[in-house]
């Protein structure tokens, strides 16, 4: 199989699976028990949490694990919510359904702004400044797209935010370890798996100051902020992928910028969805007039790429990204996604590349 979906998840790194071993062996103990297995346990948490936070570029506040960054964009939108007299919500048409889907969830009784995109996938900052209200509670606006990549000017709409002292959440799924994540945003979720780390496991870093209220009642871990016995090895796992990110962060630019380069060179006959230049390189969403993408995915199924988000894929639904931008169903039915990365080799991405154009010409 050639991996190109890299955007759906990422392969763990030989370093991360090592780290993560003895804890899923000798080292069983509770993290939360008294003796000493428990604290070295405790400990290794604590190492992997400020691993995590130095990866995010945050260097003060306070970061608690989640099982992911579903779970943590879910009590960063919910727990902010529960906590305000505000009742208005300003989101992006482009948001992950983690974000999208929340905060329509709380459309019964709050007030919720979407804000469109342009045809390049960026937001209108003079309309998000016009939909930032005295009554807003909270801006929740990603950072690089999980669909087309590009890439939201995030400390402006912060800026923007708090000119109204509404809070600001930042999803930084597909940001963290590909690109800067601005100051700004009071809250920043990010998940272990789309950074060669283990599935199951995110992160919600906040300000000191910020405080939602807990989505999951129970033990009292993370400081009474989210129950549940934390396990060491997926802390471990993230905290070693979060290190990984960092030290390598120009090589891996500088590998998936030449990837980037020597895949726009194949294309043929292709358009590209989004912006190009404020984007994430390791996001190729292409389109091809007149493709019958679902059937080109099945005729190449050893090149593992996808029709749009991972998660929409399947669902037979245009993807809510594409229509965004202001393509038409059809354009949206004729788009790939061509995800690439640290272990991308460039002969098999061009081979990819040289067999994606065979079998989409061929139809
Ligand atoms: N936000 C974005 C932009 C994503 O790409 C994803 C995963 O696809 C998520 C949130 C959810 O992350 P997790 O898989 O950790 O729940």
């Not at 428990?38 to 691993?51: D, F």
């Not at 796992?237 to 194949?266: N, P």
């Amino acid at each position: 199989m050639i991996y190109l979906d890299y955007q759906a998840t990422t392969p763990l790194a030989p370093e991360v699976e090592t780290a993560m071993r003895p804890w899923l062996g000798d080292k069983f103990a509770n993290p939360h028990a008294p003796y000493r297995a428990g604290r070295e346990a405790a400990a290794a948490i604590e190492v992997a949490r400020g691993r995590v936070q130095s990866a995010m570029g945050r260097d003060d506040g306070q970061l608690a694990f989640t099982g992911s960054a579903t779970e943590a964009l879910n009590w960063a939108i919910k727990g902010t919510l529960a906590k305000t007299e505000r009742t208005h919500v300003v989101t992006l048409a482009t948001e992950h359904a983690a974000v999208l889907d929340t905060v329509e969830h709380w459309g019964k009784t709050h007030d919720v702004t979407v804000l469109p995109v342009k045809a390049d996938g960026i937001v209108d900052l003079d309309a998000a400044r016009d939909a930032v209200r005295d009554d807003t509670a909270l801006v929740t606006t990603m950072l690089v797209n999980n669909e087309i990549g590009v890439i939201q000017p995030i400390a402006e709409i912060a800026s923007i935010a708090h000119e109204k002292d509404a809070l600001m959440l930042c999803d930084a799924v597909q940001a963290l370890g590909r690109v800067e994540i601005p100051d700004g945003p009071d809250m920043v979720a990010v998940s272990a798996h789309k950074i060669h780390g283990p599935k199951g496991i995110g992160a919600l870093w906040m300000r000191n100051w910020v405080a939602p209220e807990p989505l999951i009642h129970g033990g009292g871990q993370e400081q009474g902020m989210r129950s549940g016995t934390l396990s060491p090895a997926l802390c471990v796992g993230f905290g070693v992928a979060a290190q990984l990110a960092e030290e390598r962060f120009s090589e891996d630019h500088a590998h998936v910028e030449a990837l980037w380069t020597a895949a726009m060179a194949e294309l043929d006959g292709w358009q590209l969805n989004g912006s190009a230049s404020q984007r994430y390189h390791g996001n190729l969403n292409i389109r091809r007039d007149g493709l019958d993408a679902p059937r080109l995915l099945a005729d190449l199924r050893d090149i593992a790429i996808s029709l749009g988000s991972a998660c929409a894929s399947g669902s037979g639904r245009p993807s809510h990204v594409l229509r965004a931008i202001g393509l038409e169903d059809r354009q949206a039915r004729s788009s790939i996604r061509i995800g690439f990365g640290r272990y991308t080799e460039e002969t098999e991405l061009v081979d990819a590349m040289a067999r994606i154009n065979e079998a989409a010409a061929a139809q």
